[in-house]
Structure formats: structure tokens, C-alpha cells
């Protein structure tokens, strides 16, 4: 999507109708396809301020018809939806961005047929349906054949529901709106209620997914029932966008996509300590981003963020919808705070539910490989799994999710260990407790988790608390408690920390470089810094540059020696630049004293953003990245240069498993 406007015609929304809601949300989507212009300003963003923190300029009115008729000559005409039946809205909403016309409502269809607007009626749903099922056909029928088969949406058409929120998108991206129940509830005598799968409303929502490509499609929005539509979704392999009451989505995703990637703290020293590394939920639902993570007293904006640190679930999907909104969580957080993807990479799914009947995991392939390259860009390496991942996924997430250090699982699988490293600097964590918002649960739990611990050696421990039940001043007086009651033998850490504390625990690889005190190069521009590329920061200003003729070099001096057997090269364009200024042809270089190097790897002609390859093992206290031919305009740049490996006289723990 394009920009936005250089000034955003801003319609003050608060005070109107559901009605008028939906049809400008369909207005706006039109509006903005091609450029964002429309911006529909209500009472959140009074609070949120998603527009000042992207640095839009925007001019507000009350006067909706005012804008209406600016960008009259764009409407070509109305689709009326029948208030008696209710799902004709997504009927309405799916037609609408197929044919470029305004989703209106009887009463709407008297105002805007007259002068001045004159917009003709194009299509009429008024009294056609007896019930949803039949809208549904219709719309199969009739209109999905022109419709993305990359993006469905799960909207409710219900006053109270998604009548205007995300309906822009719908409409900007010609995709099917579905609202499917797919359960009945049933109310036992026991008090308790049971999910009744509802196989005619599987069958429909089969007519549609059946002609999305696994991997590849997306469903957005929310759906009836969230485990049924989560189990039926993942075995079509379509991973959901939890995006239900996200608003102006045309505007939020016309944001500059240039994050301020943070640097990252020096993980601990590995010592005998209980490792605990608190985590906050539902970072996956773009509406909890937009809204309540930035806006609740114990959230984000809480006093005492930072005091302890905290790894928040946040969505990668932002950087298409809302990169801004995500870079403000960047620009904005501490040390101590750290983000990570919700379940289970780039959507929520879950894996096991992937994977065929005869063992084929290739569309799970799709989905790990599509979320690396989200993470890659989005600086995520970390992600939530729900459920579990099987054997066989955990030696594809191995071999092709290269930007993650680990993941968390909410349940364990029969033959697997709670924690345990599965290869290539990657480790798998069991959470513990499990998405649990009872504070005083949560607490007594890692009290017995750490009674009669013995300091002997590292174990390790993540809570995940639900974001809706807990918060930030909760785990702060947590932490405080623990820490007056068991003092050193504990300590709190960032998920990333965890994770490569717990590979060098089991002697597995981690990045051995980051924030190595001793960083040399040949020569270094000025306003540039050689630390920089171990900072873990690839922003545009936060890497090496070297304009001096002839070869290049920059050493990393690990301070003792490492079994190494991975290395990763940022390379000029993931800090924004071009990409032919891409590091074109280099060798990496080790060696044991600083003077006599050997050549571990050799590259020519690259063009990658990022090289990240697994070499044979070598023995070296330095690294050196040898350049030869930087790229086009002869001046190297490099944003992150990473050396992966276990310390030679690492100590030797009495391994205790999980």
C-alpha cells in the first residue's frame, strides 16, 4: 500500500450510527486502495494517538458528507443490506469492494439517492434471504469468484460486533467477508456448556477454503467460536489475523515500514540460578496492540515497566497493518522489555493440526518459511506455539526458521522434553503455568517450582500470564516477593536471555558475539561505531560503514575460545538501504591469536539481505569479516555481523533435563 496523504481528511465518527459507521469503513476502504486519504477518527484515537506517533497530519470534521462528496467521482454507487438480515452486511461488504460502491442501509439508500450526492442503487439485498446460510451461497456463488483467495475476513455483522471495524480492508482488498458459526452451544444440566460442531456450516466455510492455497492464504478477523474456527482453520493450513475491533487499517498500514530495532543487553553470565522469564499473552490480536496493550493502567504505559523484565506477544503482522504501531513498542521500550510473537509465528495457528494424514508437513513448510521472513524483518525471534509442534515440524522449524532463537509450547507432546535445544541455536520451552491470569496461582506456582532448589546447577522457567487478568504491576510485585524470599538463587530475564542461556547450559550453539566488548576494523566512517554490528539492532543508523579504498575487515574478539559453526551477515538493505549495496563478495576469517587467519567460508556475487549459514565446525577466539567488493558504491555496510558457538572450557554442568 502506498503512503498516506501528505493530509488525511479526518471524519469524527464518535458520535454516528453503526449504520453510517459501516458505510463510511466501506467508503474509506475504496478511498484508500489506491492511496490513503480517509481517516475515520473516533474515540480511541483521541487516547492512542496512531496517527501523531506515524506522523500523519490530519484535518478534522464532523461533516462526513462533506468528504463524501470530495471523492464523489470515486463511488460509483450504493449496495443496500437488509437490517433484518443481518449477514447481508458481508454480502454488502464483500460486493462493495468488488464494484467500488458504499454499503448503505435502507434509510442511507433515501439520503444518498438524492441530490447532491445521486449515487444510484447497483445492488439491492433487501428481503432475498430467509437465512445466513443462503447469503453465504449467494455470495460463493456469485461473487467469490472475483474475490483475493490470499485474504478471507470473519466479521460480525451484529450490532456491537466488527460493523465497521476492518471492513476498510475488506473492501481495499476485494476479499470474502464471512461470519460462520460452525458450533451450537449446548447448556448442560450440570451447569456446564458443550461445543456441538455443526457440519452444514464446516461444508460452507469448506466451499471457500478449499479454493485458498495452504501456506498462503490468510483468514482475518475473529471467528464465532475461537477453538473451532482455530482447529478448522489450521488443518486448511490458512493461519488467522486476530483482528477484531482493529481500526483504520488503510491508514495504519501507509506507514513508513523503517523500524527502530532496539539494541540488545549482554545475556547474563550461565551460573547456578533459577532463570525466570516472565511473558504476557495475546500480543497476536492486532486490536490488543492498537489498543489495549498501549492504553490500559497495567500495561504498556504502566510506571513500572522496566523495573523487571518482560517479554511481551506482539503481532509481525503489524508490519503490514500498522508498522508504526509497532515501531512506537520499539521506540518506547526498555531494556528489560522484549518482543515475541503470539501463536504460532505469522498468525495463529495451531502446527500439529498442519500436518496430513499420511505425514506431509509441505504446507507448514509454507508457514514457517513465511514467517521467518516476517521475523527477519521485524526483528522477532521468539514465538509462542499453540499447542505443540510435533518431531517432524521441529526439524523443519530447525532447518528453515533461521531468524528464531526459540519457541514456547502451551502442553507438551508425548516423548518430548519440556525444554530441550533441537539444533541450530534453537530451543523448545514448555510455559509454565500455561496462559494463566490468576495472579496468586501463578505465584504460588513458582514458589513450589522453587522450593528446595539447590543453586547446583541452571534450571529455568517461563510464566505466561493472560494479558485481559494481569499485567505489568503484577509481575513487579511478583518479582519482589520472590526475590526478598530466595534473593540470588533467582533471576530475571528477557525470553531471548533465556533461550541462550539454556543453550549454553546443554552446550548448544548461541550468538557468541553479541556485545563483544572488543570490536576492530579497518577503518570506520565518521558518526559509525564497529560496535555497532553486535548491538542486535539493525536500524538504519545502528550498523558499520567504512568509505576507505581497497579491502575491508572488522574483527570480533570473543575474549576465549569458541567451537563456532554459524555465522549471520546483515547486510546494507535490512538497514533500509539499497539493496545493491548489499556486501557483494567477503570470506570469513578465524583465528586463535589475532595475527594468522584462516578462511572458513568464501562468498562471491552475493545479493541476500542477510547470509546466515551453518559451516563446519572451527575452533577461534577471533572472527573476522574480509570484504573484497562491498557492493555498488564501493563503501561497506554492515548492521549486524553474528558468530554462533559454545565456549572450548565452557563449565560442565550435571545436566538436569526436563
Given at each position: 500500500?502506498?503512503?498516506?496523504?501528505?493530509?488525511?481528511?479526518?471524519?469524527?465518527?464518535?458520535?454516528?450510527?453503526?449504520?453510517?459507521?459501516?458505510?463510511?469503513?466501506?467508503?474509506?476502504?475504496?478511498?484508500?486502495?489506491?492511496?490513503?486519504?480517509?481517516?475515520?477518527?473516533?474515540?480511541?484515537?483521541?487516547?492512542?494517538?496512531?496517527?501523531?506517533?506515524?506522523?500523519?497530519?490530519?484535518?478534522?470534521?464532523?461533516?462526513?458528507?462533506?468528504?463524501?462528496?470530495?471523492?464523489?467521482?470515486?463511488?460509483?454507487?450504493?449496495?443496500?443490506?437488509?437490517?433484518?438480515?443481518?449477514?447481508?452486511?458481508?454480502?454488502?461488504?464483500?460486493?462493495?469492494?468488488?464494484?467500488?460502491?458504499?454499503?448503505?442501509t435502507e434509510r442511507l439508500a433515501e439520503k444518498y439517492t438524492a441530490e447532491p450526492y445521486n449515487?444510484?442503487?447497483?445492488?439491492?439485498?433487501?428481503?432475498?434471504?430467509?437465512?445466513?446460510?443462503?447469503?453465504?451461497?449467494?455470495?460463493?456463488?456469485?461473487?467469490?469468484?472475483?474475490?483475493?483467495?490470499?485474504?478471507?475476513?470473519?466479521?460480525?455483522?451484529?450490532?456491537?460486533?466488527?460493523?465497521?471495524?476492518?471492513?476498510?480492508?475488506?473492501?481495499?482488498?476485494?476479499?470474502?467477508?464471512?461470519?460462520?458459526?460452525?458450533?451450537?452451544?449446548?447448556?448442560?444440566?450440570?451447569?456446564?456448556?458443550?461445543?456441538?460442531?455443526?457440519?452444514?456450516?464446516?461444508?460452507?466455510?469448506?466451499?471457500?477454503?478449499?479454493?485458498?492455497?495452504?501456506?498462503?492464504?490468510?483468514?482475518?478477523?475473529?471467528?464465532?467460536?475461537?477453538?473451532?474456527?482455530?482447529?478448522?482453520?489450521?488443518?486448511?493450513?490458512?493461519?488467522?489475523?486476530?483482528?477484531?475491533?482493529?481500526?483504520?487499517?488503510?491508514?495504519?498500514?501507509?506507514?513508513?515500514?523503517?523500524?527502530?530495532?532496539?539494541?540488545?543487553?549482554?545475556?547474563?553470565?550461565?551460573?547456578?540460578?533459577?532463570?525466570?522469564?516472565?511473558?504476557?499473552?495475546?500480543?497476536?490480536?492486532?486490536?490488543?496492540?492498537?489498543?489495549?496493550?498501549?492504553?490500559?493502567?497495567?500495561?504498556?504505559?504502566?510506571?513500572?515497566?522496566?523495573?523487571?523484565?518482560?517479554?511481551?506477544?506482539?503481532?509481525?503482522?503489524?508490519?503490514?497493518?500498522?508498522?508504526?504501531?509497532?515501531?512506537?513498542?520499539?521506540?518506547?521500550?526498555?531494556?528489560?522489555?522484549?518482543?515475541?510473537?503470539?501463536?504460532?509465528?505469522?498468525?495463529?495457528?495451531?502446527?500439529?493440526?498442519?500436518?496430513?494424514?499420511?505425514?506431509?508437513?509441505?504446507?507448514?513448510?509454507?508457514?514457517?518459511?513465511?514467517?521467518?521472513?516476517?521475523?527477519?524483518?521485524?526483528?522477532?525471534?521468539?514465538?509462542?506455539?499453540?499447542?505443540?509442534?510435533?518431531?517432524?515440524?521441529?526439524?523443519?522449524?530447525?532447518?528453515?526458521?533461521?531468524?528464531?532463537?526459540?519457541?514456547?509450547?502451551?502442553?507438551?507432546?508425548?516423548?518430548?522434553?519440556?525444554?530441550?535445544?533441537?539444533?541450530?541455536?534453537?530451543?523448545?520451552?514448555?510455559?509454565?503455568?500455561?496462559?494463566?491470569?490468576?495472579?496468586?496461582?501463578?505465584?504460588?506456582?513458582?514458589?513450589?517450582?522453587?522450593?528446595?532448589?539447590?543453586?547446583?546447577?541452571?534450571?529455568?522457567?517461563?510464566?505466561?500470564?493472560?494479558?485481559?487478568?494481569?499485567?505489568?504491576?503484577?509481575?513487579?510485585?511478583?518479582?519482589?516477593?520472590?526475590?526478598?524470599?530466595?534473593?540470588?538463587?533467582?533471576?530475571?530475564?528477557?525470553?531471548?536471555?533465556?533461550?541462550?542461556?539454556?543453550?549454553?547450559?546443554?552446550?548448544?550453539?548461541?550468538?557468541?558475539?553479541?556485545?563483544?566488548?572488543?570490536?576492530?576494523?579497518?577503518?570506520?566512517?565518521?558518526?559509525?561505531?564497529?560496535?555497532?554490528?553486535?548491538?542486535?539492532?539493525?536500524?538504519?543508523?545502528?550498523?558499520?560503514?567504512?568509505?576507505?579504498?581497497?579491502?575491508?575487515?572488522?574483527?570480533?574478539?570473543?575474549?576465549?575460545?569458541?567451537?563456532?559453526?554459524?555465522?549471520?551477515?546483515?547486510?546494507?538493505?535490512?538497514?533500509?538501504?539499497?539493496?545493491?549495496?548489499?556486501?557483494?563478495?567477503?570470506?570469513?576469517?578465524?583465528?586463535?591469536?589475532?595475527?594468522?587467519?584462516?578462511?572458513?567460508?568464501?562468498?562471491?556475487?552475493?545479493?541476500?539481505?542477510?547470509?546466515?549459514?551453518?559451516?563446519?565446525?572451527?575452533?577461534?577466539?577471533?572472527?573476522?569479516?574480509?570484504?573484497?567488493?562491498?557492493?555498488?558504491?564501493?563503501?561497506?555496510?554492515?548492521?549486524?555481523?553474528?558468530?554462533?558457538?559454545?565456549?572450548?572450557?565452557?563449565?560442565?554442568?550435571?545436566?538436569?533435563?526436563?
Amino acid at each position: 500500500m502506498a503512503y498516506v496523504a501528505d493530509n488525511l481528511d479526518a471524519i469524527y465518527i464518535t458520535r454516528i450510527t453503526e449504520d453510517t459507521r459501516s458505510m463510511l469503513a466501506s467508503f474509506q476502504g475504496i478511498i484508500n486502495r489506491e492511496k490513503p486519504r480517509v481517516y475515520l477518527y473516533g474515540s480511541n484515537d483521541v487516547n492512542e494517538k496512531w496517527a501523531d506517533e506515524m506522523g500523519a497530519s490530519y484535518t478534522i470534521t464532523k461533516d462526513e458528507d462533506e468528504i463524501i462528496l470530495k471523492y464523489k467521482d470515486e463511488i460509483k454507487g450504493l449496495v443496500v443490506w437488509d437490517k433484518k438480515q443481518r449477514h447481508t452486511l458481508n454480502l454488502a461488504t464483500t460486493y462493495a469492494g468488488l464494484n467500488d460502491v458504499m454499503v448503505v442501509t435502507e434509510r442511507l439508500a433515501e439520503k444518498y439517492t438524492a441530490e447532491p450526492y445521486n449515487f444510484p442503487i447497483v445492488e439491492d439485498y433487501r428481503g432475498r434471504f430467509e437465512d445466513s446460510y443462503e447469503v453465504y451461497e449467494y455470495l460463493y456463488d456469485n461473487l467469490w469468484k472475483d474475490c483475493s483467495k490470499r485474504l478471507v475476513m470473519g466479521l460480525s455483522p451484529y450490532a456491537g460486533g466488527h460493523t465497521c471495524h476492518s471492513r476498510d480492508l475488506a473492501v481495499a482488498a476485494k476479499c470474502a467477508v464471512l461470519w460462520i458459526d460452525l458450533v451450537d452451544v449446548v447448556n448442560n444440566d450440570d451447569g456446564t456448556s458443550t461445543e456441538v460442531e455443526k457440519p452444514e456450516d464446516i461444508a460452507l466455510l469448506d466451499k471457500f477454503f478449499r479454493d485458498c492455497t495452504p501456506g498462503e492464504a490468510y483468514y482475518a478477523g475473529w471467528w464465532v467460536s475461537e477453538g473451532k474456527g482455530i482447529e478448522v482453520s489450521s488443518k486448511y493450513g490458512i493461519p488467522t489475523v486476530p483482528a477484531d475491533f482493529y481500526e483504520n487499517y488503510t491508514i495504519y498500514a501507509g506507514a513508513s515500514r523503517e523500524l527502530d530495532i532496539p539494541t540488545v543487553p549482554a545475556k547474563p553470565e550461565l551460573e547456578g540460578k533459577y532463570y525466570i522469564a516472565f511473558t504476557i499473552s495475546d500480543g497476536d490480536n492486532m486490536q490488543y496492540c492498537q489498543h489495549f496493550m498501549k492504553t490500559h493502567s497495567n500495561m504498556w504505559g504502566n510506571s513500572k515497566r522496566g523495573e523487571v523484565p518482560i517479554s511481551w506477544t506482539c503481532s509481525p503482522v503489524l508490519y503490514d497493518a500498522g508498522p508504526q504501531i509497532l515501531n512506537y513498542y520499539y521506540r518506547t521500550a526498555t531494556e528489560n522489555d522484549f518482543l515475541i510473537a503470539g501463536p504460532s509465528g505469522v498468525g495463529y495457528t495451531n502446527p500439529v493440526l498442519w500436518e496430513s494424514e499420511d505425514g506431509n508437513n509441505d504446507n507448514y513448510l509454507k508457514y514457517i518459511k513465511l514467517s521467518d521472513s516476517y521475523f527477519r524483518r521485524t526483528a522477532f525471534n521468539f514465538t509462542t506455539v499453540w499447542h505443540q509442534v510435533n518431531d517432524a515440524q521441529a526439524a523443519l522449524i530447525r532447518d528453515n526458521w533461521g531468524s528464531l532463537l526459540g519457541y514456547s509450547t502451551q502442553s507438551t507432546m508425548s516423548g518430548q522434553r519440556d525444554y530441550t535445544p533441537i539444533g541450530n541455536g534453537i530451543v523448545k520451552i514448555q510455559t509454565s503455568p500455561p496462559y494463566d491470569g490468576n495472579v496468586e496461582r501463578v505465584y504460588d506456582l513458582i514458589r513450589k517450582q522453587l522450593d528446595g532448589y539447590s543453586g547446583r546447577t541452571p534450571r529455568f522457567m517461563m510464566p505466561q500470564l493472560i494479558a485481559w487478568e494481569a499485567g505489568v504491576e503484577d509481575i513487579v510485585d511478583m518479582a519482589e516477593k520472590l526475590k526478598d524470599e530466595f534473593g540470588d538463587k533467582i533471576e530475571f530475564v528477557r525470553v531471548d536471555h533465556l533461550c541462550m542461556l539454556y543453550s549454553e547450559y546443554m552446550g548448544s550453539i548461541y550468538n557468541a558475539s553479541l556485545q563483544a566488548e572488543n570490536v576492530t576494523a579497518s577503518g570506520v566512517d565518521e558518526g559509525s561505531d564497529a560496535r555497532k554490528i553486535v548491538d542486535g539492532s539493525f536500524a538504519k543508523n545502528n550498523g558499520w560503514q567504512c568509505s576507505d579504498s581497497g579491502d575491508k575487515w572488522i574483527t570480533i574478539d570473543l575474549k576465549e575460545e569458541y567451537k563456532l559453526s554459524r555465522y549471520i551477515l546483515q547486510n546494507a538493505a535490512t538497514g533500509y538501504y539499497s539493496k545493491e549495496l548489499n556486501t557483494k563478495d567477503f570470506k570469513i576469517q578465524a583465528s586463535t591469536d589475532g595475527e594468522n587467519w584462516t578462511d572458513i567460508d568464501s562468498v562471491t556475487g552475493n545479493t541476500s539481505n542477510i547470509v546466515d549459514k551453518i559451516t563446519d565446525e572451527f575452533t577461534a577466539r577471533y572472527v573476522r569479516l574480509y570484504i573484497t567488493d562491498p557492493g555498488a558504491d564501493g563503501v561497506a555496510r554492515v548492521q549486524e555481523f553474528e558468530v554462533w558457538g559454545v565456549k572450548v572450557n565452557a563449565k560442565e554442568w550435571r545436566m538436569t533435563t526436563y
